[in-house]
């Protein structure tokens, strides 16, 4: 499942070939993606003019000249091909593979300025959804979401107010899109790892009984930030050179420090642990036992 880096990579390789242009044309191959599509999906698209492309948590944003906003959300296993000329790029390094077959080809943007944007997700937990712009406020999809953890309002005070009095362990209180939008597994435990906090703390323990911060929510707050830009720096790189990159692995998965290296040497300075793979609510935490408590 893509993260925010993944998303946010992927929402600045589209930028320049959707925003200030027109839809063309819109093929929607197959409406049953992970809800069906609008009926009148093509016909609400064509001829409007992409005025911006957004993102809020994991969703796209295409902000158009009628009043509606196109949200976009990848799911499992959702990418974009862009053919613009004889350039062909698939925006954003993933950790996992993407497909490129043409059978899961489900939505395809003809844009007024040439360039081709097509949505590949063969498992269909990607959606695409209409919403008017006047209703964006009261979208079920966005409305319950956390603070954007690269935003101003994310910060060590109001982490740590959404985590007083809380028995949930850290792991699971940043995987709560209520909390702070956008995080996954990945990223959760990279940034634990960087602020040295178990994955296994309670969340209230980064506040006083006010719901003040103490020093553990500064270094949590500041780890997430670091984590999310050099990922979002990582993915940017690849994207410059505007190689075919579906399929390959992500360059940020080279900087991981925890994810995925169970049994491989902790790489906090100072530590001689050992990275260990517990199973917290279902999925996989990588942590240090030695520095991370
Ligand atoms: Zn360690």
Redesign the pocket.
Known sequence: MPELPEVETVRRGLQPVMEGARFAKVEARRGDLRWPLPKDFAARLENQKVQGLGRRAKYLLADLSSGDVLLMHLGMSGSFRVFQGERKSTPGKFHHDRSEHLAHDHVIFHMGNGATVTFNDPRRFGSMKLVPRSKLDEEPLLRSLGPEPLGNAFDAASLASACQGKKTSLKAALSDQRIVAGLGNIYVCEAL?RA?LSPKRRAATIADRRGAPNGRAQHLVEAIKTVLNEAIAAGGSSLRDHRQTSGELGMFQHNFRVYERAGKR?T?KG???TVKRIVQTGRSTFF?P???K
Do not use: M
């Open positions: 790892h040295r902790c906090n530590c001689t642990g240090c030695v520095c991370q």
